[in-house]
């Protein structure tokens, strides 16, 4: 009788032996396909797991609380002098009058400004003005007006090409505003 074991060479059994172990032929090439399988996926995962621990190093982008504006019965309206009012607080009425001077006359000179300012209700006896002009007659490339205001100065500035500029400065301590020549206000 013979062996039942020892005589199967089923087809299965046969791929199975084929398949297990390397041989010369396409078994070693399966083998590395599924190797390779396994390290692509390897890669695969190891890049998934940078990227996530990645982004937990970035900052969060949080949303920043914002104030929520809340409806006011009052429109601010134009600046204002203000008498008892600090030079800081007068500056954006200074430069309200001396924009309108500006938008009256492109080219407006010293004189013009002051005009403006005394206008306004700024007092000419607390004014400084540089000249138009430079000491050989040539127009200035720029002119400087100041009114003491309180402690301080409200300092404009002008030139065609510079444009307008204004700031609040202290008092220097010859009690004036404008450093160099100025030219009496006399009108």
């Known amino acids: 009788m013979h062996n039942s074991l020892e005589g199967d060479v089923s087809p299965r059994r046969h791929r199975l032996r084929r398949n297990a172990g390397p041989s010369s032929s396409g078994a070693s090439s399966s083998g590395r396909s599924r190797k390779a399988g396994r390290v692509g996926f390897a890669v695969i ?23 929520t504006p809340t409806p006011t019965s009052t429109v601010a309206g134009p600046p204002v002098l203000v008498p008892e009012g600090t030079a ?11 924009n309108k001077t500006l938008t009256a006359k492109a080219d407006a000179g010293g004189r013009d400004f002051i005009d403006g300012l005394v206008t306004a209700g700024f007092p000419k006896a607390d004014m400084e003005v540089t000249p138009d002009t430079t000491s050989i007659d040539l127009a200035a490339d720029s002119i ?23 700031e609040v400065a202290p008092l220097l301590d010859t009690g004036r505003c404008l450093v160099g020549a100025t030219r009496p206000i006399d009108w």
């Open 88 to 98: 800081a607080e007068n500056l954006p009425f200074f430069d309200l009058v001396n």
């Open 45 to 67: 995962g190891l890049t998934a797991m940078l990227l996530v621990s990645a982004c937990s190093l970035l900052p969060s982008a949080k949303p920043t609380p914002t104030a």
């Open 144 to 166: 400087q007006f100041s009114v003491k205001w309180n402690g301080s100065c409200i300092i404009g500035q002008h030139g065609a090409n510079i444009g307008y500029h204004s």
